[in-house]
């Protein structure tokens, strides 16, 4: 490695930022990826974490274990806090990274529309740390209401209202049904599964309303079966203590609201003066630079990427960061070797959703499956696409676990003891 | 179950209160176990999981899941505040528990011999949380050293003292010592193995001390030919925020403190108004029971046993704590028949204790191994132990690519989103 090749730095280690290392291995740069986590996170699984059928490590992966083999790349655990674009500098909480070429692939965060009261009022999954708070969540008021001997209060503790029925919302809602029936009702003797109430609130006429028809129909069905209260056409005007206040003025009950409404980019975005589009991702050029700096690239959820060919923005999908990272780093080799950089071409190799056990959507473009197919469908693709051995095959032993004994193994509520923390993290 | 069934009441779901519940499974009485926490955790895994080698998953398990099938045992989650002794009921932080028949298996806590300073200056390695803290903690550590470029305050981060060369001590330091060679020393490319200081103060000539010879010895030869620098007969004047200092009047300088020193009763012994042993346990009668209170048993590292054919308290071992468990659970049964309790009698069927991959020290009376065929020995008996298929798989799963790959796939720096946490827990 020459201390004469340029500095790329890549802000991510998610899939956009992962995809953009990898795609640099044979490019002659010296790259540093920086991360707030020292591990990437398989976001797929996540609803599978928060719903105890899989432990944090099945659903993430050590960053600097996947990127070790690259030579030219390092990686740096820190928040980054801004960048100066003009120093061509990024800012973290540990040190300035000075570079020749940025990646902003931060990534997206929850959106509460405005409605930051919301962010404590509910519990999001939208990162790992937020599905084991979910699952501790979910598994302590299970414990609560073991303790309830007023039905009316344990009707509270056991209701449950999920805000969205896109991909996210709809795959928690159903495993979170199937965790209950499946699981919970043997762990707790005295638990009837009437007693817990599950609300999906959607926006449109069905949930994952992005699927064509007959899915969302399908899913719609799937759900319902599986004793998940769909509410149609239901916007959220307010959440309080008590759950959800609709816009009609009816209310929905819940002592744990689950906030899967909406992401935005990450927060870093807003501090950047840079044009910022639709969810306040910043707005790219189709070659994916941003505006009066042809050397930063913004990729995956933290852009707004419009395709020639598209009206739409392309939507915040892992398929959409893996392509737009890939595309970033292609676009920093042509720029070294004095080339024209290309624009960016989505290939859309379909999208899947599950809700529970056995049933899943799938559209992968004239193809379009639901129920057990597409449940297949999306066992085999998803461990396809998760990296490693060991890691299949925890996964695979999970799901036989879940999905054929019913079981769900980790449902324990723990996480590092945090008493004493602050002042062994003033050390550091 | 009949209500007029006798109620007993088990507090604390580690090993002596599972073995004393599994064992009233057949006595005509109506068991609730009571924990803070809602898992069971097979403390012989704890160092493995604070040095990135198993998951939290695979060192505990949902106690209800071992409960369910035990058709006259229920479990309550909540923190055990007291014990009103006359009016026969357990105080906790919901609700109080009245019972007939009590058994306190509280468990231990670590024990700071007067200096409380030493809990904020310090990691434990006592349970669960202490585990997951310690590992987050040490992999912070060599984040934070990657951005370090001044070699003092590299060698600084990378220090670490463990205080205590039990079988905790020792386990951990010799895991640690392989977790930085085998694994970090390929994730960190600019890390060199000679920078990682590993101290293990020890106040006996050698560590693991109540090993028979020459297994003490062997255990301190394996410790330094993993580079882990044993200080014999080392006593800890304090802690502070560089480390250790001795009270021969040196220091060892340590970003990270272990401590593993010494285990004491739970702190609810301290207010039962209760006679006390050693290491502030509840002291028992031969027959397990406390003094002046028939219906009251103490097993387990809770209480301090003495055999009639031993003079010493037996120590604060696994086998201990099932064996007193069961027997208490016996014992109850023989007073609901109206027979006499039977004094406990400890059969001792060794112990173990490893110094990372391929070496562990076995004392199984005439029978003391050291070395590769100890380790086998500790893998066999460990994996034979671990209940339940899964567990076994996903152990087997890790060890093999820890042991064999010496790949540690846990080393993620992870935990449950904590903000926002206060407001959710007021609605539980």
Redesign the interface.
């Known amino acids: 490695m020459s201390a004469a090749r340029p500095k790329v730095v890549i802000v991510g280690a998610g899939f956009a930022g992962l995809a953009a290392a990898k795609a640099l291995h044979r490019v002659p740069v010296q790259v540093t990826v920086v991360d707030q986590?020292?591990?990437h996170t398989f976001t797929p699984f996540l609803y599978q974490v928060a719903t105890a059928l899989l432990?944090?490590?099945a659903a993430?992966f050590?960053v600097?274990?996947e990127l070790?083999r690259l030579g030219n790349v390092?990686?740096?655990?820190?928040t980054v806090t801004g960048v100066d674009l003009d120093a061509k500098a990024v800012d973290t909480d540990?040190?300035r990274l000075p570079y020749d070429y940025l990646v902003l692939a931060a990534g997206g965060v929850n959106a509460y529309f405005g409605h930051s009261e919301i962010?404590?009022?509910s519990?999001?999954l939208n990162?790992?740390?937020?599905a084991?708070?979910l699952?501790?969540?979910i598994?302590?008021?299970l414990?609560?209401a073991?303790?309830a001997s007023d039905p009316a209060e344990r009707a509270r503790?056991l209701s449950f209202a999920v805000v969205g029925g896109g991909p996210t919302g709809t795959e928690f809602a159903g495993a979170l049904a199937e965790l209950i029936t499946g699981t919970l009702t043997?762990?707790?003797?005295d638990l009837d599964r009437s007693e817990v109430s599950i609300t999906l609130a959607e926006a449109s006429r069905h949930p994952l309303s992005v699927f064509p028809q007959p899915l969302p129909a399908a899913a719609d069905r799937a759900l319902r079966d599986k004793g998940v209260r769909v509410r149609s056409e239901a916007m959220v005007a307010e959440v309080d203590?008590t759950g959800l206040r609709l816009k009609d003025g009816t209310t929905v009950p819940a002592?744990?609201v689950v906030w899967a409404a909406g992401v935005r980019a990450s927060h870093l975005a807003d501090g950047l003066g840079l044009r910022l589009g639709s969810h306040e991702r910043i707005a790219v050029t189709p070659t994916l630079q941003v505006d009066g700096h042809p050397e930063v690239f913004a990729v995956g959820d933290f852009a707004e990427i419009r395709t020639p060919d598209a009206g739409q923005p392309l939507p915040m999908l892992a398929q959409v960061a893996i392509q737009s990272g890939r595309q970033a780093a292609g676009n920093i080799g042509a720029l070294l070797r004095g080339e024209t950089p290309q624009p960016f071409v989505y290939k859309d190799l379909g999208t899947m959703a599950t809700v529970g056990r056995g049933f899943a959507v799938a559209d992968m473009g004239p193809v379009k499956l639901t129920g057990q197919a597409g449940f297949l469908a999306w066992l085999v693709v998803h461990i396809a696409r998760i990296a490693g051995m060991?890691?299949r095959?925890?996964v695979l032993?999970?799901w036989v676990?879940g999905y054929l004994f019913r079981?769900r193994?980790?449902?324990?509520?723990?996480?590092?003891?945090?008493t004493?923390?602050a002042?062994?993290q003033?050390?550091?």
Do not use: M
Request: no cysteine; proline share 7%.
């Open positions: 986590h020292d591990y432990e944090a490590d993430a050590p600097r274990g070790r390092s990686f740096r655990l820190a540990r040190r962010a404590g009022r519990l999001g990162d790992l740390p937020e084991l708070q699952r501790n969540a598994l302590a008021r414990e609560a073991a303790w503790l043997r762990d707790f003797p203590q002592a744990t060991r890691n095959s925890l032993t999970n676990s079981n193994p980790v449902r324990l509520i723990v996480g590092p003891r945090e004493d923390q002042q062994l003033g050390q550091r």
